[in-house]
């Protein structure tokens, strides 16, 4: 499960949630767009990743609005201007990471579970 917080005067007021598996195709294809593979390999720690992603988002910043609102649906415009930046991060890295589990498998590779 991936969550965000939303937060009013400092206290969290909602919290959204999506199941990787429920996000669509579309919304993959634009968080890939965002991210630049290449630059990740398995040798990565979470430290790394994170900064990297971090600077991929801030590039691709225009586009990251219209994918959080379809990856939590219930999230509204309001809502996601109420969330702190530094939130979005490990949400963008957790559907990346779910991504490329479920690719492994599908290109012959081993893990996930449609190998």
Known sequence: MISLNVYKSGKVVK????RPENIMFGTIEDIL???DVDVFD???DNVTFAKALASMVVKAFGKLRPM???V???MTEEDLRNVRVGDIVPVVMSIIKYTFAQMVPAAGGSGGKNA
């Open 15 to 18: 919290t959204v949630t999506a």
């Open 68 to 70: 959080l609102l379809d």
């Open 33 to 35: 767009a965002i991210v």
């Open 72 to 74: 939590f649906p219930d």
């Open 42 to 44: 398995n040798n990565l």
